[in-house]
């Protein structure tokens, strides 16, 4: 639907000399200028979406600080298990896994508050950091941003980092719905404590589930987080001696968990989250993986199956009969649940593949039947449990079966939504590998090299960073998007440069034609055992057209680019055949082990777009590429006295 102009102007004239009350408190009433505005609180705004509704101005103050789990707030008062609070807390004692360790969390909660509105509001958010020493930025995962570019939070591409005792405001409509989240973007901060659910949810004109379910509730949404129990810091770069590897302690549904030391073997028997049915009713689930290391998770539901209807906040044509979905970072699934089974509790089950694996990494939530006890529950699972015969979005593409894998899946256009052509060929076409770089540990350590690369050490002791297309991105000292005192670190395109020494770090950046038509063939290079990486694309929403294995690459260590041509040529001979007829719209999706994704948009929307894996080490070690799409002047000029950074040399 298209957004009045007035609006979007309405937004920047608002008076901004906003009067708090005490703690974290909204504005008080109404604020403007001419126009006066009502600002709506995080409880007015996560409401049931109605048709001609006027859209809503939420406000959201959001206080980053250091913090610690299980401290002396504990003492005062317990969290509820029920997870929708607002953006602030009853009870100040986060309590996570029962583990004490120091977080940097946003407003003494994890996950952070939880953002709720419906399409078209208008979000305030005020980020206060008050974290000495500790820079930060605000990803809001899956919104578009556009007409507000500069508000995607990603540091030195849309803004400079927010300094400690700085107040930075986003602020932005919401054009694009479903089930999104927000989180740090800045080193691997995430999984510290840095992210939260952002609900933007559909009247009924726009929902095509509208009947399908009854309730839609605030308290459904499962975030899945993994956790350390130490500071991330610790893992960037790492150890080499000991405890080496970023295989996180635990995983966290809605922030909480049991956890069983394995040396001891004594449980911290935290309440584990909860969500509550009533029998007889269909309720809308939103699931959003906000874990940080590369361990997959697979849900489960204890004798209930899943209808899947969205992903990434799209809608697709509906898949039945869903035994377990499985996720990487960054993915967000939304599922329909019959509560039709006996009352009773049970299980919701969490597990993590890859490395994960070996130390039985999962977690436990329990779905609980109104009027029904826990006297009802099956024995305690094990890291396995349930059904496996239908699994949403399996990496391995020979268990897709019939519509399981996300290249099979349907979008179901919005009305007025402008439809990706998927029969011609592509005006742009980017082909992009993505691999690590090994280094040679005499040489990162006792070279002459002044410019020391940025490197973390891999479970198997080794130093590596990570690249695109043989490059590590690197920041600018100056946001790409505001100022130009960032371009002359710019390089790719897609070469690297020949006076770059390997492994090559610059700011990576693909320039894209306005408008294009761009098809990118993303690949696992030189795949490394049980990984399998999640790209994320920031401003777009993308159709996966294929996701493929170089099943017969005759060198499955080291793919080669003649490997890579046969399946660029098949690719052309299906857009030419019109083999390609349905769009599988992912923001992130997962790059399976050994294998490639070719996904297609449209270069529309304007702007310095990240193009990323979402595994947070391998971001915060050059697994990016910047997507530059239109001139400077497509874009909206930054908004009046935008903070600016830069490097600091005078010659005298
Ligand atoms: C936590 O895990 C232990 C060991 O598996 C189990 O005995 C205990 O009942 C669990 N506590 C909760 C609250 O689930
Ligand atoms: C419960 O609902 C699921 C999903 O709609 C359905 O497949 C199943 O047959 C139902 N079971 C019963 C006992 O009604
Ligand atoms: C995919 O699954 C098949 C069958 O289970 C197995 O043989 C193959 O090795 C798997 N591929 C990868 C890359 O894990
Ligand atoms: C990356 O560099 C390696 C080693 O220098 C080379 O073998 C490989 O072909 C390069 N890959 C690409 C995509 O340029
Ligand atoms: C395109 O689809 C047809 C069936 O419609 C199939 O026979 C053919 O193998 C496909 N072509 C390619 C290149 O996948
Ligand atoms: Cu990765």
């Known amino acids: ?61 959001f206080v980053l600080e250091y913090y610690s789990t299980n401290n002396r707030a504990c003492d005062f008062c317990e969290q509820p298990v029920n997870n929708y609070s607002g953006i602030t807390s009853s009870c100040e004692c986060v309590i996570i896994d029962g583990f004490e360790k120091t977080i940097f969390s946003i407003n003494r909660m994890i996950p952070g508050p939880s953002i709720q509105v419906c399409r078209n509001d208008h979000l305030i958010i005020d980020l206060q950091n008050n974290a000495e020493g500790l820079e930060a930025t605000i990803h809001w995962h899956g919104i578009f941003q556009e007409g507000t570019q500069y508000y995607d939070g990603v540091p030195f591409v849309t803004q ?92 966290l549904i809605n922030g909480r968990g049991n956890w069983t030391d394995p040396a001891s073997g004594v449980s911290t028997n935290v309440q584990l989250s909860m969500f509550t049915v009533e029998k007889g009713k269909k309720y809308r689930f939103r699931m959003i993986n906000s874990c940080s290391t590369v361990c997959l998770s697979v849900v489960k539901i204890e004798q209930h199956t899943m209808q899947v209807i969205a992903t990434d906040g799209e809608n697709v044509k509906p898949i039945s009969q869903v035994d377990a979905i499985t996720s990487a970072s960054g993915e967000r699934v939304d599922f329909i649940l019959n509560a039709n089974q006996s009352s009773g509790y049970y299980w919701i089950h969490v597990r993590g593949l890859g490395e994960c694996e070996g130390r039985e990494i999962y977690q436990l939530a329990i779905l609980a039947y109104k009027d029904s006890t826990k006297s009802s529950l099956s024995p305690l699972p094990g890291y396995s449990f349930g059904a496996s015969r239908n699994v949403f979005n399996p990496p391995n593409s ?23 052509p998927l029969s011609q060929p592509p005006d742009e076409l980017l082909i992009i590998s993505f691999d690590f770089f090994t280094y040679n540990a005499l040489s990162l350590f006792n070279s002459k090299d002044q410019d020391y690369k940025h490197f973390y050490v891999s479970p198997t002791g080794s130093e590596i960073n990570s690249l695109v297309a ?58 490394f055992p049980e990984l399998n990486h999640p790209f994320h694309l920031h401003g777009y929403s993308f159709c996966v057209m294929y996701v493929g294995q170089f099943v017969n690459a005759p060198n499955k260590e080291a793919i080669t680019n003649k490997d890579v041509e046969k399946e660029m040529d098949s690719h052309m001979a299906r857009l030419r055949n019109g083999n390609y007829t349905k769009c599988s719209p992912k923001d992130t999706v997962i790059v399976p082990n050994t294998g490639f994704v070719i996904l297609r948009f449209k270069a529309d929307n304007p702007g310095w777009w990240f193009f990323h894996c979402h595994f947070s080490w391998h971001t915060a070690s050059g697994m990016n590429v910047v997507l530059h799409v239109g001139k400077p002047y497509d874009l909206p000029p930054v ?11 005078p010659k005298n």
């Open 1 to 61: 639907m298209p957004l009045s102009i007035s609006t979007i102007v309405l937004i920047f004239l608002i008076n901004i000399n906003i009067q708090f009350c005490k703690g974290y408190g909204y504005p008080s009433g109404s604020y403007g200028t001419e126009k006066s505005v009502q600002i709506s609180t995080p409880e007015e705004c996560a409401r049931e979406c109605k048709d001609s509704e006027p859209a809503k101005y939420c406000y959201y103050h």
């Open 160 to 251: 400079c980092p927010i300094l400690s005792a700085n107040t930075f405001r986003y602020q932005f409509t919401v054009k694009n719905s479903g089930t999104h989240f927000y989180h740090s973007h800045i080193s691997v901060h995430m999984i510290d404590g840095q992210y939260g659910s952002l609900i933007v949810r559909d009247p009924p004109q726009f929902n095509p589930f509208y009947k399908w379910y009854d309730e839609d509730r605030p308290d459904h949404v499962i975030v899945i987080s993994d956790l350390f129990h130490e500071l991330s810091l610790e893992r960037f770069p790492g150890r080499y001696r000991k405890n080496r590897g970023q295989i996180p302690d635990n995983f």
């Open 398 to 420: 020979t268990q897709c079966g019939n519509g399981l894998c996300v290249d099979q899946l349907i979008k179901i256009y919005l009305p007025n939504e402008n439809i990706i």
């Open 470 to 527: 043989n490059i590590s991105y690197k920041n600018p000292p100056a946001p790409l998007i505001s100022q130009s005192d960032g371009y002359q670190f710019m390089c790719g395109d897609p070469f690297v440069p020949s006076t770059c020494t390997e492994p090559c770090t610059c700011t990576h950046v693909y320039h894209i034609q306005r408008g294009a038509i761009v098809d990118v063939m993303i690949y696992d290079e030189k795949p």
């Open 639 to 649: 908004p009046p006295n935008f903070p600016r950074c830069y490097n600091w040399t």
